[in-house]
């Protein structure tokens, strides 16, 4: 009997599934173009965990253009026959995974790499991508501006929250993928480029040029990553532990108060430090960048030194600012959010300690600074346990999120508030987390039924009667 195609065909197919079952093995899969975040769906990929990214830039300041290599090392999660990266604009010019050649396009803010030979779940594997062009920003729904902000001296910052380190490095840009990152940026003289980390030596390169590497030996979110290149002043001292501190000021934004401000960072640290545990990183300080008024940018808790944008007309730090700013380097940076939904597990702890600071500076007590907050209307918009992705910094964020941990504080005494707020960060070191962890930490840690200040304080949209 001669085969009837259709026949020969099944047999066929039949065959190969046999075969990969024998393996053991599942049949490979496309690794999903986003991690399923409620309010950002393309932010980040299936199939995969970055554990290190090593970037190397070298940056043109006429041009604005950079010529880069991504080296990031993962692990596949499921067998994989392709996997995305996240990057915007710029063009890629080649991909290699494990030392061979990849295929790869371009589909919005999805990079798609096709391996020559599928990957095997839990195999860890080199991709490299080399890329250049003038990076640029990303307009968030909420209308404020991330990425790489070109500054008016020829230099540029980057500021990626919530998922502006797209546009100038591909890789896992969502909060629940931390890596270690090995930095690199070259430079022409006299600029100075600062990064997050430490900064691991300076080499010369051709054309008079200098190369800075950072190295952040840390894991941290994507959205913490910075890079600024400019005129800046450095100055290295230590917290009274011994923490390096390191600063970086463009003389543009060196206003008196300014100074006064970054000159107290030890005394800030060492005062968070008593509260919340130990500094989390192994060293700290702040970046003063100056973007002028022509741009926005926000104040960012980039990881070890958070950054400021040096917008004209306004102190560059102000020291409520620099002290929320740096909480978050607790709050944020060692505990990072699941996803972008649980964002007030960053901005309310962070309002909270700027409560806590005008405590102690003598300027508004705790009580007050939350009466303030329970009155203004705008906190009242939605409950900060679900922004949409207009809302992620919105007021309700920061001052709702706030009165959470006051109300906390009502029900559970100072004392055993504070060993909670100290407990919490330390749960999950260099990790992520939920509101739902959250809440169910608090419940663990006190035994006490908190679902009802939950669901006034936490998920509930209307005001109470009063605080
Ligand atoms: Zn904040």
């Not at 589909?107 to 594997?125: D, I, N, S």
């Not at 700027?354 to 009466?371: F, I, R």
Request: net charge negative; with cysteine.
């Amino acid at each position: 009997m001669r085969p009837r195609p259709l026949r020969l065909l099944v047999t066929l197919l039949l065959a190969c599934c046999l075969a990969a079952c024998a393996d053991g093995a599942a049949a490979p899969v496309n690794g999903s173009p986003g991690v399923g975040d409620p309010l950002f769906p393309t932010a980040g990929n299936g199939g995969y965990d970055v554990g290190h990214y090593g970037l190397d830039l070298s940056y043109d300041p006429p041009s604005g253009r950079i010529e880069a290599t991504a080296a990031l090392t993962a692990t596949a999660r499921e067998p994989l026959a392709s996997f995305d990266l996240d990057l915007s604009g710029l063009t890629v010019t080649s991909v290699t995974v494990g030392g061979r050649s990849a295929d790869f396009s371009r589909k919005g803010t999805e990079l798609v790499v096709t391996p020559a030979q599928p990957l095997p779940a839990g195999r860890r594997f080199e991709t490299t991508v080399v890329y250049q062009g003038v990076p640029g920003l990303l307009t968030d729904p909420d209308g404020s501006q991330e990425g790489w902000f070109h500054t008016d001296d020829g230099g540029a910052l980057a500021l990626g929250e919530p998922v502006g380190s797209m546009a100038w490095f591909p890789g896992d840009d969502h909060p629940s993928d931390k890596a270690t990152y090995d930095i690199t940026v070259t430079v022409p003289h006299p600029m100075t480029v600062v990064a997050n980390g430490e900064l691991a030596g300076t080499a010369p390169r051709p054309g008079g040029r200098t190369a800075f590497h950072w190295h952040v030996a840390q894991p941290m979110a994507t959205y913490l990553a910075t890079v600024a290149i400019g005129d800046y002043t450095v100055q290295r001292s230590r917290t009274a532990s011994g923490l390096p501190v390191y600063t970086a000021v463009d003389p543009r934004s060196d206003d008196p108060q300014t100074a006064a401000s970054l000159a107290r960072i030890p005394e800030i640290v060492d005062w968070e430090s008593s509260i919340f545990g130990p500094f989390p990183f192994s060293s700290t300080g702040a970046v003063v960048a100056h973007l002028g008024d022509r741009q926005g940018g926000y104040a960012l808790e980039t990881q070890n030194r958070p950054t400021f944008p040096g917008n004209e007309g306004t102190p560059a730090v102000p020291v409520t600012t620099l002290v929320h700013e740096l909480s978050h380097e607790w709050f944020g940076d060692w505990v990072t959010p699941h996803n972008w939904q649980d964002i007030w597990l960053n901005e309310g702890f962070a309002t909270y300690t700027e409560w806590l600071w005008k405590d102690h500076e003598g300027v508004a007590t705790e009580e007050q600074s939350a009466q303030a907050a329970f009155a203004d209307a705008d906190n009242w918009a939605f409950a900060p346990a679900s922004p949409d992705a207009k809302q992620v910094f919105a007021p309700a964020v920061y001052g709702r999120g706030a009165l959470v941990l006051h109300e906390l504080r009502r029900a559970l005494g100072d004392k055993a508030f504070f060993r909670m707020l100290r407990a919490w960060p330390a749960a999950h070191p260099y990790g992520n987390a939920s509101t739902q962890e959250f809440t169910a930490f608090c419940a663990d840690f006190t035994g006490k039924n908190l679902t009802p200040l939950f669901a006034t304080w936490l998920y509930g949209r209307a005001r109470p009667a009063h605080l």
